[in-house]
């Protein structure tokens, strides 16, 4: 079980990717529009290296970048260097799993600022499943199929998770961090076609959650199996407001019981996708947001649900300008005021 993080109360955050390619703009834009609760945006723009599962890749034993494709080179012996994972993650050892800067530019830029007046931090970390699933080795079989890889993936991202969160409050100041999971894969979870195994999935994440000092959340912006999700208790589930809301509020006594245990949902209702985005207003998307309110306090405290409670754009904000990413994170920012000045 994760840390719970302190009750956020509604306030509203983002979530991983923003177009930006200057790291000391995107980090401006995140404390300006959210001041309570920044995060630490990956910078995906800038080059192949701070994309999903590249940014987290540099400590992976047996990783090869060839014809622009990160893969697993299982034709060469990587035991020592599986070994080494595994010593470190059993001595905590986490400080040669450092992200650098070109890998996460946002990141390190982040770590110049005092954040020692802000409620939490929070950064997202590719998450084993999404990670494993798009690794392949010589016969282009994803790694996460590997049950040694799997769990030695795990391990490794347990402790580059450990070493996020130790510079975050190190450098910043802060007292609370978040770290977020990113794992659009757990998607495929029932699914026959790229079938997950959930016991593999439980346990990379008891790794990662038993390593993790602050708190640890899982991200997906697709439907999913949300009651094993939930069961999973994480600090934070972080949803696709907009496009599944529908099929997440089916498991009604199952998020209740998450959030009277502590756990807290970012609803991510303000769509990322600037084309959508664009379809709307801040006053439809508050109102889709007080559908899903009205909806879940038939089965939990109107209090509980606004304690309990993150607002965020839906997904990472890749395929937009400054601009629009500024507005979306603002529709974002505008719809927690309004909640809290009504509700909270």
């Known amino acids: 079980m994760a840390k719970m993080i302190p009750s956020p109360y509604s306030q509203a ?6 177009p930006h390619k200057d790291p000391i703009e995107a980090c401006r834009d995140v404390l300006e529009i959210f001041p309570s609760v920044p995060y630490i945006p990956t910078l995906p723009d800038r080059g192949q290296l ?34 080494q994972v595994y010593m470190d993650y059993v001595e905590k050892n986490f400080a040669s799993y450092a992200l650098h800067r070109d890998y996460a530019s946002a990141f390190t830029e982040m770590m110049s600022h005092d954040l020692t007046n802000v409620s939490i931090l929070k950064y997202q970390v590719t998450g084993p499943v999404t990670f494993g699933m798009q690794v392949v080795d010589a ?6 199929y590997d049950t040694q890889l799997a769990d030695v993936l795990a391990k490794m991202l347990a402790l580059k998770a450990r070493w996020c ?11 609370e961090t978040l770290i977020v999971l990113n794992e659009p894969y757990l998607a495929s979870l029932g699914s026959s076609v790229v079938p997950v195994d959930k016991e593999t999935v439980r346990s990379g994440w008891e790794d990662i959650a038993s390593l993790a000092e602050g708190g640890l959340g899982i991200h997906c912006c697709s439907n999913t199996d949300w009651e094993f999700i939930l ?57 889709k947001y007080l559908d899903i309110r009205t909806q879940l306090c038939t089965h939990m405290p109107e209090q509980l649900f606004d304690a309990q409670s993150l607002i965020t754009p839906s997904c990472g904000i890749r395929f937009a300008d400054r601009n629009s990413a500024r507005d979306i994170m603002q529709a974002a920012a505008e719809i927690s005021h309004r909640i809290r000045q009504n509700y909270t």
């Open 139 to 144: 016969d282009k079989r994803p790694i996460y």
């Open 13 to 18: 955050t983002g979530v991983g990717a923003l």
């Open 165 to 175: 969160e130790s510079e975050m409050k190190d450098k910043t100041g802060v007292k």
């Open 231 to 287: 069961m999973l208790n994480p600090s934070v589930v972080s949803i696709d407001a907009y496009a599944t809301a529908k099929e997440f509020l089916l498991y009604p006594d199952t998020i209740t019981g998450y959030m009277e245990r502590g756990g807290v949902v970012a609803w991510g209702i303000v769509p990322s996708d600037s084309r959508i985005f664009a379809t709307e207003t801040t006053e439809s998307l508050y109102r």
């Open 50 to 83: 701070e994309s999903i599962v590249y940014n987290d890749s540099e400590q992976l034993p047996g990783r090869m970048i060839r014809d622009d494709r990160l893969l697993f080179d299982s034709t060469t012996d990587h035991t020592a260097a599986i070994e």
